[in-house]
Structures are given as C-alpha cells and as structure tokens.
C-alpha cells in the first residue's frame, strides 16, 4: 500500500488568506466599489468578503496603501463624513476615466471567484501516491502560473489578436483535460 495525503480538511477560512489575485483585480474591485458609494477601508474590505461568498477578505494592508496610492495619484479623495475618525473616500472624475478603462479589459478578459485558486492545488488533496503527489503538484503550478502570466499580459497588451489566440489555447486545453476525465470515468468522449 502507499502513502496518500489525508482527508481534505475544510479549507473555507483559510482559503480567503491564501487566494491566488491577479495583479490589479484589488485595485478593480475598489475603484468599483467607490462607484457606488463612498466607503472607508474596513466597508472596502468587508464588502468585498461579502461579495465573494468568504472566499476572499483583503488584507488592511492591501487595502489601505492602495486607497493611499489612488488618493496621491487623484483617483480618489476624501469625503467628508460626520463620524469621528472614519475616513470614506469617492471617485475623482480621473479615477472615473481608470475605472471606465478598467472595465473596457475587463469586458474582454472577466476576472472574478473563477480566477482564485489556491497556489498548491491539486496535489495537496489528490489521494495518489506522495511520490507522485509533488510531481503533479509543480505540474499545476506552472499551469496557473502561466495561466495567471497569460492574463497580466493581456491586461498590458490587448490585441483583438492576442485574446483570439489565447481563446484558442485556452478551448483547445480545456476541451482536451474534459476528454481526458471523460476517458478516465469509463465515458465516451
């Protein structure tokens, strides 16, 4: 008999602080918020735990540099508010302008609770043997790392082209690992 990882624990909690995030999808997901409404840092963070099931919560010290960049840069400013010592911010019309650019990639690339993913997934709960558990786990981290890579660069580079051919890798992947599930459950592909 050979050794196989234990059980999955129930990972919900710790899952949010360990959630891969693609570079600038914090930034987003402020500068839509503040859309809606003036928020402090801890309504930023909450909502967005909210909104994502408890899947994800935001650090503070994510959060509240990155409202201080925004705010030095002229993206946000603050509004008053009657309540001692909160600090809500709203959107500048330049931070209006980003939000509306943001959303223009984004319409052409979605990011969202589909995108999180834990950094060792797949080895770490797979029962198969541990030997073979470290191979398939570096196998899944260069997939995701590539994958995330992939996405950053389409952020930076957009090109009509460059999404039609990433969609074609991405399909063709896909539509390859389903045949393979399906062949392994006996089904036919």
């Not at 919900?12 to 360990?18: D, L, N, Y």
């Not at 963070?45 to 960049?69: F, Q």
């Amino acid at each position: 008999m050979f050794d196989v990882f234990p059980p999955p624990p129930p990972f919900r909690h710790w899952m949010r602080h360990i959630a891969a995030v693609p570079k600038g999808f914090l930034r987003y997901q402020v500068l839509e918020l503040l859309s809606e409404k003036p928020m402090s840092g801890s309504e930023i963070i909450s909502e967005i735990e909210r909104r994502t099931g408890g899947w994800w919560k935001p650090s503070p010290g994510s959060v509240y540099p990155l409202l201080a960049w925004l705010q030095d840069n002229g993206y946000v400013r603050e509004v008053p508010t009657e309540e001692t010592g909160v600090r809500r911010y709203g959107l500048t019309d330049k931070g209006k302008q980003l939000l509306e650019e943001q959303r223009k990639v984004r319409h052409h690339f979605p990011m969202g609770r589909k995108f999180f993913a834990l950094p060792m997934m797949g080895g770490l709960w797979l029962r198969i043997p541990q030997d073979r558990a470290e191979e398939i786990r570096e196998s899944f981290r260069h997939f995701l790392k590539a994958l995330f890579s992939l996405g950053l660069t389409l952020e930076e580079r957009f090109s009509e082209q460059a999404l039609k051919e990433a969609l074609t890798v991405l399909n063709e992947t896909t539509k390859r690992l389903e045949n393979l599930e399906k062949r392994l459950k006996g089904e036919k592909t």
